[in-house]
């Protein structure tokens, strides 16, 4: 069994919060076992306490490149499995060694499966797949140490390169396909320190909405209000925040890169500031009444009225 929850939280009067969690459980393969006893409802789903085969990866050694082998950290390199196809030959009960298993066991697709009907999984069944990694043609970076290959370490000695990919490869497809991976992974780091910064600043603001909330009649109403200007402010103060850091950190190699950043940066505050000041002196402007006015003059001794 697998537990899913969503969880809902809606305002209440006086600027409270009310959390609902709702739970919904699932069959599900799973490579790891599942605790059950972490469940909310454990006693009406329950999970096997311990799995009898876990997975297993085994390595040829040595693995041969024509004269050469390849090192350990070249090998974990290595993730282009497929499937291996059962023909009978390989696949069979009668090889598996435990009596157990021998007895318990059928031939299903690639592998075997241990339960009753493999049509009708229940829980605690198991299924055992075999994947390999067939011989080819590998493309690789790296430095000759005498018959095997080592990280080659670069001239400024500020790290080091072990590319290896399946195919052939010219060296220049090698360091574009390692950059693509390198921008991947860097940008999904930028991303998640975005997130953190938005959060973390949106968590600063959070009292404003609850003393809002807590105004009779309006204060839901105030509260959203105020909750959805904070979002869209601390959006931009992170965005803000987070272009600086990735600019800093650019100045050592890319120094143009972070002057052009740092620009963008200077104008969002710019166009920030600037829609505050139009808007203040804006409604200054509404608040001043303009009236025509035409003075009347009045004599004294005869009480007659001049324009």
């Excluded at 497929?82 to 598996?96: E, M």
């Excluded at 105004?215 to 959203?224: L, M, N, S, T």
Aim: hydrophobic share 35%; charged share 15%.
């Amino acid at each position: 069994w697998e537990e899913n929850k969503s969880t809902h939280t809606t305002k209440t009067e006086g600027g409270g919060t009310r959390t609902e969690t709702t739970y919904s459980y699932g069959q599900t393969w799973s490579e790891h076992l599942i605790n059950s006893g972490s469940f909310d409802d454990s006693s009406s789903y329950q999970n096997p306490s311990s799995m009898p085969y876990s997975s297993q990866e085994f390595a040829a050694d040595p693995i041969a490149l024509g004269s050469y082998t390849l090192s350990n950290d070249l090998v974990n390199k290595i993730n282009w499995y497929s499937d291996l196809n059962n023909d009978g030959s390989l696949i069979s009960v009668d090889n598996i060694s435990d009596e157990y298993a021998r007895q318990n066991m059928v031939i299903y697709g690639n592998g075997f499966y241990m339960g009753d009907n493999p049509g009708y999984p229940g829980i605690g069944d198991m299924k055992i797949k075999f994947q390999y990694v067939p011989e080819g043609t590998v493309s690789l970076i790296a430095a000759q140490t005498g018959s095997t290959f080592s990280s080659y370490a670069t001239k400024r000695g500020r790290g080091s390169i072990l590319l290896l990919r399946s195919g052939y490869h010219s060296a220049d497809d090698l360091f574009t396909l390692a950059e693509r991976d390198n921008a991947i992974v860097t940008w999904l780091v930028r991303l998640v320190g975005f997130v953190v910064m938005y959060m973390g600043l949106k968590m600063v603001s959070q009292p404003l909405e609850v003393v809002l909330d807590r105004i009779p009649f309006v204060g839901r109403f105030a509260g959203d209000l105020m909750g959805g200007a904070t979002s869209i402010v601390t959006c931009i103060v992170a965005a803000a925040l987070s272009i600086s850091t990735i600019a800093i950190a650019w100045f050592a190699y890319r120094p143009l890169l972070t002057f052009f950043l740092l620009g963008i940066v200077g104008g969002l505050v710019y166009l920030m500031r600037r829609n505050v000041e139009s808007k203040r002196y804006g409604e200054a402007d509404h608040e001043i009444p303009v009236v025509n006015a035409i003075p009347i003059y009045k004599d004294g001794h005869s009480g007659a009225d001049y324009v």
